[in-house]
């Protein structure tokens, strides 16, 4: 596996036990149907939070920054298609967990509400 695979792998376990260490009940670790993906699917007692992990070695740019407005269109549209399949009914919430170093010694950053689906607008 590539180094930056790796890193990305750590990066992810580290998210995990954040998550369940703040009372996070993890669903879906990289969640997959077909072309859709979703990186953590988690849940509090009345949210699903759909998790986007980033993961860089340096500071020279914010992970989170890699979340761009096409990253988002598509984690909204799988978070919709995940939705559908196991009838889901609780608030949606988009975070983002950013963690900057190497492993054991991660920065982690704990983005919650990091992104809103888009309003659709229709014209008559």
Not at 13 to 40: F, M, P, S
Not at 61 to 88: L, Q, R, S
Request: contains cysteine.
């Amino acid at each position: 596996m590539a180094q930056h695979n790796d890193l990305g792998k750590a990066g992810e376990t580290v998210a995990i036990e954040y998550l369940k260490n703040h009372g996070y009940r993890i669903r879906h670790v990289n969640w997959r149907k077909g072309h859709w993906e979703l990186d953590i699917v988690a849940e509090t007692d009345d949210e699903l939070v759909i998790v986007e992990v980033k993961t860089r070695s340096g500071s020279w740019d914010a992970p989170e920054d890699a979340v761009t407005n096409t990253k988002i269109k598509h984690i909204i549209a799988a978070t919709d298609f995940y939705i559908k399949c196991f009838n889901v009914d609780l608030d949606v919430r988009f975070d983002i967990i950013a963690l900057i170093g190497n492993e054991p010694n991660f920065e982690i950053e704990h983005i919650e509400d990091a992104f809103y689906p888009p309003v659709q607008t229709y014209r008559r």
